[in-house]
């Protein structure tokens, strides 16, 4: 018997193995069947038409069989990538739990966040974000998930990433601009852009590009939501001189018009911060109340219908006290005191050219295709031409020094101008541009909500005790001081939609 077992265990091994090859055939043959029937064979074309149809659990047998998740199609791209074109969600869910990296590069070093972008999937854009996506990566041509959103004209796209990357609005803006890209344009300033923002090497503006490169929409919409059609480049352009030289009369036209009278004017805070709140209110609202024209531009339905702009009235910031009452803890806030919501700069087509005993020289810019800049003297007392508000105050010398004199002291000419209307007076200074009111924010209390207008030089409470300073108001960003340590803190524009 001790001498048989050997040969009764050797003849069992035989049969067990002979039992398992037909049961592994048998598994891949049920896959493959099951795949056939489904309308897919055991490919990696049908891998990647599987992963866009969002059909999950033909991916599930692909994989059971032994199919490599790492597959890459003909243009480097893999099933992450075309699932994110597809908007997929579905299957990109189940290819990140097998383990394939979220940002992994596919054809042109692009992610498929990026793959997203370019297939105009808002939606998935979102989902990928959601599961940490990195919107800061480059492709080969050095573009950021947010600039391939501009170069496509994909607002959706444009709104998911805009919180995720707020330092590159600006430039994002300027490149809609270039392309012509007015749906983007809006959704840009929705979140944060500003139409102030300028290229570094020759300061044009938005108005400016758009200008020069004949795109009108684009024109209309920046001009609609507070482009200064007066601000210049570095060489003294405006957007309407951009726009003559480039043969869009047009565009310079509508750019250049003659201002009507109520433009020339020096408005009064409460009337800025009434179309301050009237601009983010409109573009808070996805549906605003019934009475205005859906059809009419996004600032004049705001301001025609006084529940919008009285929602959340705004009031000056200098004195107030922000937070929420009994939040005191003696403990400084998590996040920055305010949240910077709008900008308002309001240029004029007015420069001061000189004085003379008692009247003021002013430069007025010629139309476009009319010629250079008119000089026109204006008496104390006098009009400025064109308006039927403003008025020459009076007229003074006085030495200075600041950045426009290079730091050293230098006599400038300087004009009190009044406004018949609003009784504001401010004053416009030789070597500066002319603008009817300091550059202005509209902040939010991220604890109540309240809105307030802050200029340079005001100082406000917060509820734990706190005092801070406006140190400066730009048209991107606002510094605020802590009074007690001399802490600055940067809070940038997030827009009205934030």
């Known amino acids: 018997m001790s001498c048989f077992r050997p040969k009764l265990t050797a003849l069992a091994s035989l049969l067990l193995a002979a039992a398992v090859v037909p049961s592994c055939k048998s598994r891949k043959e049920t896959i493959s069947s099951d795949l056939e029937e489904a309308g897919f064979k055991m490919t990696a074309e049908d891998w990647f038409r ?75 854009v979102k989902w990928l974000l959601r599961q940490g996506a990195d919107p800061k990566l480059k492709d080969e041509e050095n573009f950021k998930a947010l600039m391939l959103a501009v170069r496509e004209g994909s607002p959706g796209s444009v709104e998911e990433l805009a919180a995720y990357d707020r330092e590159d609005l600006d430039g994002a803006l300027l490149l809609a601009a270039l392309l012509g890209q007015a749906d983007v344009i809006d959704s840009l300033t929705n979140y944060g852009a500003s139409v102030y923002s300028r290229m570094e090497n020759d300061g044009r503006t938005p108005l400016m590009i758009a200008a020069e490169n004949g795109h009108q929409e684009s024109v209309k919409l920046l001009l609609e939501i507070g482009s200064s059609r007066y601000t210049t480049d570095a060489e003294g352009r405006t957007a309407a001189m951009l ?18 009278p109520d433009e020339l004017a020096i408005e009064s805070p409460e009337t800025i911060s009434a179309e301050m709140d009237a601009f983010v209110a409109a573009a808070e609202e996805e549906q605003l109340p019934a009475g205005p024209d859906p059809s009419a ?13 009285a929602k959340h009235p705004s009031r000056p910031i200098d004195g107030a006290v922000l937070g929420a009452a009994g939040s005191a803890t003696g ?16 240029d004029m087509p007015v420069e001061i050219a000189g004085i003379q005993a008692d009247s003021a020289t002013l430069r007025i810019p010629g139309r476009a295709g009319v010629g250079g800049p008119r000089e026109v003297a204006v008496k104390v007392g006098q009009n400025i031409p064109g308006s039927n508000r403003l008025y020459v105050v009076r007229v003074k010398r006085r030495m200075e020094d600041s950045k426009v004199t290079d730091g050293k002291p230098m006599e400038v000419a300087v004009v009190e101008i009044g406004d018949r209307e609003s009784g504001v007076t401010r004053e416009w200074i030789s070597g500066r541009a002319s603008t009817a009111h300091d550059p202005i924010a509209l902040v939010e209390d991220p604890a109540t909500g309240a809105r307030y207008t802050a200029k340079p030089g005001q100082r406000f409470k917060s509820a734990d005790g706190g ?8 048209p991107n960003q606002i ?8 802490t600055v803190t940067t809070v940038p524009l997030v827009g009205p939609r934030g």
Do not use: W
């Not at 726009?243 to 009507?260: M, Y």
């Not at 403990?331 to 309001?346: F, G, L, N, S």
């Open 50 to 124: 599987a992963s866009r149809e969002n059909n999950v659990e033909v991916l599930k047998k692909f994989l059971t069989g032994g199919f490599s998740k790492d597959t890459r199609d003909e243009n480097g791209n893999m099933a992450l990538h075309l699932a994110a074109a597809a908007g997929a969600e579905k299957s990109g869910e189940l290819l990140l739990d097998r383990g394939i990296p979220i940002d992994i590069r596919g054809q042109a070093d692009r992610t498929p966040l990026m793959a997203a972008v370019i297939a105009n999937q808002p939606a998935m």
């Open 297 to 309: 531009p996004r600032m004049e339905r705001a301001s025609a219908d006084a529940t919008v702009k």
């Open 479 to 486: 510094i605020i001081e802590d009074l007690a340590d001399g």
């Open 467 to 474: 005092e801070y300073v406006v140190s400066d108001v730009r």
């Open 331 to 346: 403990a400084k806030p998590a996040q920055a005191p305010v949240i910077m919501r709008h900008y308002r700069e309001t």
């Open 243 to 260: 726009a003559e030289e480039g043969g869009h009369t047009e565009i310079a036209a509508l750019i250049n018009r003659e201002p009507l």
